[in-house]
């Protein structure tokens, strides 16, 4: 009878492996300060697997960038979600990541990078279009947007134009790399969708919405509507209403007129067209001054 008692509490206890009293003899000696020579080999080498993630990081990017199809698939998702992210919190970094990630697409074959990294622009897009539906219709219980949501939005805009112009081709039909027609019209698609979330957006001012698509649809509109047509087709209409209404500032406004006649020119204006467009900006800013002088005197010394 006392042996059974015995046994049952003996089957009741979980018996540990050779590695795990190994390891619990290795951590009790190194917290006694009595650590052995083989206990000072296994803590060296955990100090090395963290350090790894870091060493790791630099070996991948260097590899993506001469060898990207012998990255594994688990290596491409942790590479595309630490430049993307990067590049959306830091507007100075958009571009260089945009550069990088079209190195990568035009060295590999698999075409796992741009997919994967597609699908991310996709689903970050498809998430931040959200809170924008429900701006119209905020109640006043609820918080308030993120202050970096509109930088986040106008980074993205300035990752992806990059990445279209950074293309060999700039859009072209022609594959390059792991590149086909279907991947431009999927940047040139998010591009467009990007700008129109920008003139929804309630988190910017006029001047940053208008100045954040001249600069995007400056360098890559062409590309832009030769991938994607009917996506530029509703950003331009979108430009229209928004240089029709009111609210809009004079300036910002002329420079709406600007993007819409340059997308009518076959994006490139004439050295008429420039020219007058120049010479509207300067009564524009001479009459803004203007206004400002004429205000009373302490208003002026408050700005």
Not at 68 to 78: G, I, Y
Request: aromatic share 6%; proline share 5%.
């Amino acid at each position: 009878m006392q042996r059974a008692s015995k046994m049952s509490k003996y089957r009741g206890k979980t018996r540990l492996t050779r590695a795990q009293r190994k390891k619990r003899e290795t951590s009790s000696n190194v917290e006694n300060g009595d650590a052995t020579p083989s206990a000072q080999a296994t803590s060296k080498m955990q100090e090395r697997r963290y350090d790894a993630p870091t060493k790791g990081r630099v070996s991948i990017v260097l590899r993506a960038l001469s060898e990207p199809d012998l990255l594994t698939p688990v290596e491409v998702d942790c590479l595309v979600r630490v430049v993307f992210w990067k590049a959306i919190n830091d507007d100075d970094i958009a571009e260089p990541a945009a550069t990088f990630c079209a190195r990568v697409i035009t060295a590999e074959l698999d075409g796992v990078f741009i997919s994967r990294l597609l699908w991310t622009c996709r689903d970050w897009l498809k998430q931040h279009d959200v809170p924008l539906r429900r701006s119209a219709a905020r109640v006043l219980w609820e918080p308030q947007p993120q202050q970096d949501a509109g930088n986040q939005l106008t980074a993205f805009v300035s990752f992806m134009a990059t990445l279209l112009s950074s293309l060999p081709g700039k859009g072209t039909a022609a594959s390059v790399g792991s590149c086909h027609t279907g991947h431009i019209f999927c940047i040139a698609a998010l591009l467009c969708d990007a700008c129109k979330l920008v003139m929804r957006s309630p988190e910017m001012d006029h001047h940053t919405k208008v100045e954040c698509l001249r600069r995007a649809l400056t360098t890559t509109g062409e590309a832009a509507e030769r991938g994607a047509p009917t996506r530029m087709a509703a950003l331009v209409a979108c430009l229209r209403d928004a240089f029709l209404s009111s609210d809009v500032p004079e300036d910002d406004r002329l420079t709406l007129l600007e993007l819409i006649e340059l997308r009518a020119s076959g994006w490139k204006l004439s050295r008429e067209q420039q020219l007058s467009y120049a010479s509207l900006d300067d009564a524009v800013g001479d009459e803004c001054d203007d206004v400002q002088n004429l205000s009373p005197l302490p208003w002026r010394i408050a700005e």
